[in-house]
């Protein structure tokens, strides 16, 4: 009898598909990954696209939203719990530019330009991409 555990899968880079625009995920920088309360999994190329898909969903429906850290690539952290990057000096799959941190200083070290801007879970929410 096998078990059901809600939580992340790993992203098959170069294969899997993005949920939103359909692009293969390729960049392991900037994907990020919507975990909903009953474990389906929805995988993004950019976390502007998980962004832009975050709202057709319920808040109510998601258990986790994940997002690569740009320091450490490949590895999923709390989106919610991250630091973001905006700076042109980065480009992101969707020419959004945006990257995220598990760590502020991270971010802070990334950012080169006077007009990048550093941002918390709750602004990246509210910011026009």
């Known amino acids: 009898i096998g078990s059901c555990s809600v939580g992340p899968e790993e992203i098959n880079y170069g ?3 993005c949920h939103f625009c359909k692009m293969t995920i390729v960049d392991n920088q900037h994907a990020s990954e919507i975990v909903s309360t009953k474990g389906k999994v929805f995988q993004y190329d950019a976390i502007e696209c998980m962004l832009h898909d975050l709202k057709s969903k319920e808040e109510s429906s998601i258990r986790l939203l994940l997002i690569n850290d740009y320091v450490a690539p490949g590895e999923l952290i709390d989106a919610t719990a ?11 799959p969707m020419g959004a530019f945006l990257s995220g941190f598990s760590q502020k200083r991270d971010a802070q070290k990334a950012s080169q330009l006077e007009d990048d801007q550093l941002l918390t879970w709750s602004e990246i929410l509210n910011h026009k991409l």
């Open 15 to 17: 294969h899997a598909a």
């Open 82 to 92: 991250s630091t973001f990057l905006i700076s042109k000096k980065i480009q992101s």
